[in-house]
């Protein structure tokens, strides 16, 4: 059944061999085929996308009848992963989805403001839509806050700013952040004193997204660090 398939994919979601993936949601796809249905062709299109077969996802995503905002996001994100996307149509599908007040929309919309992709390049507009989203605890928006200080866009550089957005997006779980929070206390960069125990708390959450430098950087803090858990250290750095 669908319910069956789809459950199986979820647990082969971290395999990184995606041939068991690609065939799972071939099942669904067919599935749904066989019985349409928004609810089938969403779980088909989902299917697609952790397969990253993105050009499918948006084929079985199209498919759907009365789209929500969560479909509306699923197309965008599928059209953006793709080489010849256009910016403009990417955009379109996010609009539909950012008039609900949906976050990962807007947070797009955000970057491609940024960036001026599909649309004027408006930093500052960028600036201020991430700052919302983060106060609302989107990681990723406040690890665009974080950047935007960094490299002083539109702003003044501002590294004391930057520090605690970053800051502020590794405690939400964004990975990226984690691992860089975990390396500015593994090496006492960026204005952190070293601090052992704070690295391992933030390689810990990089981890938890299954990102790799984080596995390396815990492995380095049991080696060299105070732990001295030289086993342990050296399994996670393999």
């Known amino acids: 059944?669908?319910?069956?398939?789809?459950?199986?994919?979820?647990?082969?979601?971290?395999d990184k061999n995606t041939d068991i993936r690609t065939a799972i949601a071939f099942q669904l796809y067919a599935f749904a085929e066989s019985k349409p249905g928004d609810?089938?062709?969403?779980?088909?299109?989902?299917?697609?996308?952790?397969?990253?077969?993105y050009e499918l996802a948006y084929k079985a995503a199209m498919k759907i009848e009365k789209v929500q905002p969560r479909h509306s996001v699923l197309l965008g994100q599928s059209l953006l992963q793709l080489s010849n996307s256009d910016s403009k149509n990417v955009l379109a599908h996010f609009y539909v989805a950012a008039a609900t007040g949906e976050v990962e929309s807007l947070y797009q919309i955000a970057r491609f403001a940024?960036?001026?992709?599909?649309?004027?390049?408006?930093?500052?507009f960028?600036?201020?839509?991430n700052k919302i989203l983060a106060e609302a605890n989107s990681e990723k928006a406040a690890f665009e806050?974080?950047?935007?200080?960094?490299?002083?866009?539109?702003?003044?550089?501002?590294?004391?700013?930057s520090s605690k957005w970053l800051i502020k997006s590794a405690d939400?779980?964004?990975?990226?952040?984690?691992?860089?929070?975990?390396?500015?206390?593994?090496?006492?960069?960026?204005?952190?004193?070293?601090?052992?125990s704070k690295a391992l708390e933030y390689a810990d959450i990089a981890i938890a997204s299954n990102d790799e430098r984080g596995f390396g950087l815990k492995g380095l803090l049991l080696v060299e660090g105070k732990l001295k858990l030289y086993k342990k250290g050296y399994e996670l750095l393999k």
């Open 1 to 14: 059944s669908i319910a069956n398939a789809y459950q199986l994919l979820e647990s082969n979601m971290q």
């Open 39 to 53: 609810l089938n062709w969403y779980c088909a299109a989902l299917a697609y996308w952790g397969a990253g077969k």
């Open 114 to 124: 940024r960036w001026g992709q599909g649309v004027r390049k408006d930093c500052g």
């Open 126 to 129: 960028a600036l201020k839509l």
């Open 145 to 161: 806050v974080a950047a935007i200080y960094s490299l002083g866009e539109c702003v003044r550089k501002n590294e004391l700013e």
């Open 172 to 196: 939400l779980g964004f990975r990226t952040a984690a691992y860089m929070m975990a390396s500015r206390y593994y090496h006492g960069t960026n204005g952190f004193v070293r601090d052992e």
